[in-house]
């Protein structure tokens, strides 16, 4: 039976420590100018491109690209202590996000030097936004069953099919594709696979939007209908497809945002309580705690993305205890507010709490769902 290495306490040094404090001041300027207003969930759902620019001349987005392709050649602990602290404070990242978490990080270690010359600028800059094409209608979180396809044509592929759930399609510029680039074999369903780096405005692409019930848009389906990407857009190597995405999922599932997604709504209880609006509960004080082990948890994750350690188990079990906790704060709000006026100073915790309940069930399904996480890290147990 083998097992992962145990996740080994990080320190933050000094320097670390700084760039928090220099954030926070960054924060504190934005919210008193009215550059935004805290949100839940706002990786997702709050898309502010305007914002994405001031972080970037803030030297804060594309932290880990190196200088030579427009970014910083800073370290992944230095970028999670930026978008902690940013999410942390409900700051709209809706915008650059993805191009920021997982694009570039993939673009420097898949991507042709074509690739990143054209695309690494523009998103360390904010002006380039990714989406992820991977999900589809009826695969649910069998991944391997796509059935985007990808023939080969004259000096590129011609894609058809469709993704799902590719939140932000609408206002982003590119998003990577996932396709079946060869016939599938039973036996080897994960072979077959290849990525492609596709325009969102190419000919042939239709999005629809997809509306949640409280009224949010971020969801989209995109339709390819014989959509050409040419070979300079194919991302990575032809069969590739798996091992990359798999790759890919490492930065999507570790990193604070699957642990703070509701943190604004417990700093309001926190602040509540401090007023005297709501009673001391001893459950809050628990909340913090199993935050606080998250923290150390995703940290060590970005140290070792740092140092080019493997951590798929290890984001993984993030994911899975992280999201988990999003929710239980969510619950914990719910069950305490309670009924109320508007003389009772909790409007505002109530107007975020009844935002993360409706957004709660989403954050065990997204990046995967922690059921099938759960296999995954019983795998890399030698469990089953």
Known sequence: MSFAPAAHHVHESAELCALRVDVRAFIRDEIASGGFVPAVDCWLNSWDAAFSRRLAARGWLGMTIPVEYGGHGRTFLERFVVTEELLAAGAPLAAHWISDRQIGPSLMKFGSEEQRRKLLPGIAAGEVFFAIGMSEPDSGSDLASVRTKAVKVDGGWQLTGSKIWTSGAHLSHYFIVLARSAPLDPEHRHAGLSQYIVALDAPGIEIRPIVSMNGH???????????????????????DGWKQVTSELSYERSGPERFLSTWPVLAEMAAATARGDL????????????????????????????????????????????????????????STIGGGDASDGLARLRAMTATALLSRPGFTLRGGTNEILRGVIARGLGLR
Request: hydrophobic content about 50%; charged content about 20%.
């Open 217 to 239: 848009h971020h969801f989209n389906q995109v339709f390819f209908d014989g959509v050409f990407v040419p070979d300079a857009m194919l991302f990575g190597r032809e069969g």
């Open 279 to 334: 009673a001391p509960d001893p459950e809050l004080g628990r909340m913090f705690a199993r935050l606080m082990a998250l923290h150390q948890m995703s940290l060590s994750v970005a140290d070792a993305l740092t140092n080019g350690r493997a951590t798929d188990q290890e984001a993984a079990i993030v994911k899975v205890l992280g999201t988990a906790t999003e929710g239980d704060i969510a619950e914990l709000a719910g």
